[in-house]
């Protein structure tokens, strides 16, 4: 078993190709992390004999700041690209270009792997990192598919603006936090000629869970339905669990290694529910739906209503107000006008109690991001710069 | 900036009020927002504003407008136009 470094796979991507047929165990890591390579290896370590070949180990969950390797079989993964390009409706594709970090498990499976089960052309120029190449290849490119997280949405705006568009670009997936439903005609002026889905999953299910063609619903918190021998259900407290046969095999964090067995119900994260015809509606991260006054708060839908009325970036992070009651302030980019801010507290006064409001609505020029391009949400709590628009006085 | 304006300025900010909602008659059940919690930031923005500190009963038994004026003209903070 060994670490094989993205920075290693950016240079050359023909080591991942090598490493992929070959029986020793590898973990494939981002240059940056929240982890130690001593912490890595001491999981590594404590992996069972038969772990030790024909597996791959991500590392996820950087956002909530618990950082996770997650054991992957590369047959399970395999087995799932094949299903994904079924229902992703990936035939007349013949080639992707990468625009998240390889070492991203929903770029991973979705596009690399994807590629290499069914020899189709990976094109890999940067990503955002390098955005002239980026527009420059998906210029040129043809019948091809994009992975994207919605946060990339107002990437393309401030990159390419509003007259570029890209007709070679035939599939849009969006998956890795909220689909961008509010800014789903963004998406359409550079995607002209793409089919769009809105994906679910976690880096658990390595990752997928269930698809949602965007024609499907025009609610972004609907993901649609589980894949083909996916099952789902729900939890006592509303928590998404899922059983897979193509989900990770093994999970090591600060708790240390689980294996589950094919039995268990395994947790994606989220909080969910079935809704008709065998659609699921996502209601948010288990951490972002909590109890202030005794009333269920639920971040994703707060934002609903904060999207209807700013067409900017915004994000929640969580905070206590002085009584030492939990809550959540709002954070805007870029800077707000006066009227703005009036709109967006007239929205939380006309659809919410005052409990859902925001313990204040701040502005900073712009969020702190993770490599992988999410917002880094432990982050935005630590800006030192954010301007303060409105508080409650508690 | 009078002390008049500063409680319409306070009121509209706590209670998220339209600037034509906004009355000196105004009392506390024709406002949706003006509820427990509200009590609680009126007090903090009575003495962050006129810097008097309204205790909590003071704050439960405001029932309008016109009673935090009462309340604050009777700790000598002038309303007048």
Known sequence: ?394 | MTNREKLKALLIDILLLEDSEFRFDLMRKDIETWDSLAIVAIGVGIQETFGYHMTPKEAVALKGVPDIINTLESKGISFDE
């Open chain 1, 1 to 394: 078993m060994y670490i094989l470094y993205e920075s290693e796979v950016n240079e050359d991507i023909s080591r991942l190709d090598k490493a992929w047929p070959e029986p020793p165990t590898f973990i494939f890591m981002p240059d940056r992390s929240a982890v130690s390579r001593e912490w890595v290896e001491k999981g590594m370590a404590r992996f069972p004999d038969s772990f030790q070949e024909n597996h791959f180990v991500l590392l996820t969950s950087g956002s909530t700041g618990m950082p996770k390797l997650v054991i992957g079989s590369r047959k399970r993964a395999e087995d799932l690209a094949s299903v994904i390009h079924n229902v992703q409706d990936s035939e007349p594709v013949i080639q992707t270009v990468l625009a998240l970090p390889l070492s991203y498990c929903y770029a991973f499976v979705n596009q690399w792997l994807w590629s290499r089960v069914e020899k189709r052309a990976l094109i890999s120029v940067g990503g955002f990192n390098r955005p002239d190449n980026l527009k420059e290849a998906l210029l040129a490119a043809q019948d091809c598919m994009i992975c994207l997280i919605g946060a990339q949405v107002p990437l393309f705006v401030s990159h390419y603006g509003d007259d570029t568009s890209f007709p070679g670009v035939i599939r849009v997936h969006f998956a890795g936090g909220p689909f961008p439903q509010q800014s789903i005609h963004i998406v359409k002026r550079f995607f002209p000629n793409a089919k769009i889905f809105n994906n679910y999953g976690c880096a658990e299910a390595m990752p997928r869970l269930t698809i949602r063609p965007l024609e499907d619903s025009d609610e972004g918190s609907n993901i649609g339905k589980p894949l083909p021998g996916i099952e789902l259900r729900t939890g006592e407290a509303g928590e998404i669990l899922f059983r897979s046969p193509y989900r990770a095999v093994g999970f090591y964090d600060h708790d240390g290694l689980r294996i589950p067995s094919d039995e268990d119900w395994v947790p994606s994260g989220d909080l969910g529910e079935e809704i008709d015809n065998h659609y699921w509606r996502i209601r948010g991260r288990s951490n972002e739906v909590f109890k202030r006054y005794g009333e269920k708060i639920s971040l994703p839908q707060l934002m609903n209503t904060v999207c209807a009325r700013w067409s900017g970036q915004a994000a929640f992070y969580r905070d206590k107000d002085p009584s030492g009651e939990e809550g959540h302030v709002l954070i805007l980019t870029p800077e707000p006008t006066k009227e703005q801010v009036q709109n967006i507290l007239q929205a939380f006064r006309k659809n919410h109690p005052r409990t859902h409001w925001p313990l204040r609505l701040e502005s900073t020029p712009a969020f702190p991001l993770l490599p992988s391009g999410k917002i880094d949400k432990a982050g935005l709590a630590k800006i030192k710069n954010a301007t303060v628009h409105w508080r409650q006085r508690l």
